[in-house]
């Protein structure tokens, strides 16, 4: 097991911004939230997988900021030993991306969803951290739509993460319900 002080360490070594340090204790929290939220509506996941999944998930920030981070980061946690791990890294740009738009995008020709409960939690908490601040979801939405444009199946997959995560942890009216839940700052 990856303890927080470990995976904290491994963002330090790797080369990792204080900024993208912050964004990822940012995350951490969001997800964590998020998580235990979920684990209170009688659903079951690993929190440790998600706080150190949320911690480690931008590690390939120390080696870019563009859209390969998410695989440079698997290539870092496997070269760490952190293999467990390098699905977050992966799997959590965007909503996730399938593959045939990893291909256009230069990106290994593999799908690159997030998969698991946990995977899921963290790629959606990563939306709503605008840096090291929690945004709403209907902010993380305008944003994704004025970076991508209203018609990106980014927006659309982003959507469907967000009604999945509403109905697992308060089961409310769809689209308004995230900012009720327990995740004030
Ligand atoms: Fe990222």
Sequence with gaps: MTSRKEAIRALHASGCSKEVIQHCLTVERIALQLAKQILSRGHELDLNLVRIGALLHDIGRSRTHGITHGVEGGKILRRLGLRKWTNFAENHIGAGIPKNE????????????????????????????????????????????????????????????????????????????????????
């Design 102 to 185: 990893a291909v256009r995008l230069g990106l290994p020709a593999r799908n690159f969803m997030p998969r698991t409960l946990e995977e899921k939690i963290v790629t959606y908490a990563d939306k709503l951290a605008e840096g090291n601040k929690k945004v709403s979801y209907r902010r993380a939405l305008e944003s994704l739509k004025s970076d991508l444009g209203e018609k990106h199946p980014a927006v659309r997959r982003f959507r469907r993460l967000h009604e999945e995560i509403r109905k697992l942890s308060n089961g409310g009216p769809a689209e308004t319900r995230t900012r009720d839940l327990h995740l004030s700052s």
